[in-house]
């Protein structure tokens, strides 16, 4: 099973930017799908953004498209949520996820970091 560690979580101004990393070890992506996920306080964990490893097809949440952009770096064995325009309504617990198929629930994915906190002040 491959472990995750997200970095790149902050404080950050309305219509700032950060970028969120996700670092695989264990093993390498190879195969998967590698999603971002977001829980806000008192919500539920929500997806966010997926990429598949292998050809890099990627889809978006309604909320993000335009704003957030997820990539990977295969040689770094990485993936990284580039966010701009950040909103208050963005702040939340960015989770990285592993799992076989481009899916948008948390149950479809079976690998999950700690998770990193952004916060979008206004």
């Known amino acids: 099973q491959v472990q995750l560690l997200e970095s790149g979580g902050g404080l950050v101004q309305v219509w700032g930017s950060l970028r969120l990393s996700c670092a695989a070890s264990g093993r390498t992506f190879s195969s998967d799908v590698v999603g971002w996920f977001r829980q806000a306080p008192g919500k539920e964990r929500e997806f966010v953004a997926a990429?598949?490893?292998?050809?890099?097809?990627?889809v978006y949440t309604v909320s993000v498209k335009g704003r957030f952009t997820i990539s990977r770096d295969n040689a770094k064995n990485m993936v990284y949520l580039q966010m701009n325009s950040l909103k208050p309504e963005d702040t939340a617990v960015y989770y990285c996820?592993?799992?076989?198929?481009?899916?948008?629930?948390?149950?479809?994915?079976?690998?999950w970091g700690q998770g990193t906190q952004v916060t979008v002040s206004s």
């Open positions: 996820a592993a799992g076989p198929r481009v899916v948008t629930t948390p149950q479809g994915f079976s690998s």
């Open positions: 990429i598949r490893w292998s050809n890099g097809y990627s």
